[in-house]
């Protein structure tokens, strides 16, 4: 059974940093395409950055310059460090794994973790 466990939320102050981690189990996603949305209380879950075998990544405008994702495929994991935080950052974060279309298209991937919260304050 396939299970991605997200870790590293909390509560931060704005202009904070935050370092989340999501680890693989059941297959390994080493060849496979990993990302991750948020979704904020009473909006829908949007992309934040997806990550492709080889290295090449993608952002969505909201997070580029603040957030870097990676990847370890020895240890099939996919981090996001989350620098410069703001108060709009606040979501649930969901790590997501094997994309099959467009990578902002919450249908395209096929599996999803439970999220892990991030609130920050202003």
């Known amino acids: 059974q396939v299970q991605l466990v997200e870790s590293g939320g909390g509560l931060v102050q704005a202009g904070g940093s935050l370092r989340l981690s999501c680890a693989a189990s059941g297959r390994t996603f080493n060849s496979a395409v990993m990302g991750w949305f948020r979704q904020a209380p009473g909006k829908e879950r949007e992309f934040v950055a997806a990550?492709?075998?080889?290295?090449?990544?993608y952002y969505a405008e909201s997070v580029k310059g603040r957030f870097t994702i990676s990847r370890d495929n020895a240890k099939n994991t996919v981090s996001l460090q989350m620098n410069s935080l703001e108060p709009e950052d606040t979501a649930v974060y969901y790590c997501a794994a094997d994309l099959r279309g467009a990578p902002i298209r919450v249908r395209s991937w096929g599996y999803w973790g439970q999220g892990t919260q991030v609130t920050v304050s202003s």
């Open positions: 990550i492709w075998s080889g290295g090449p990544t």
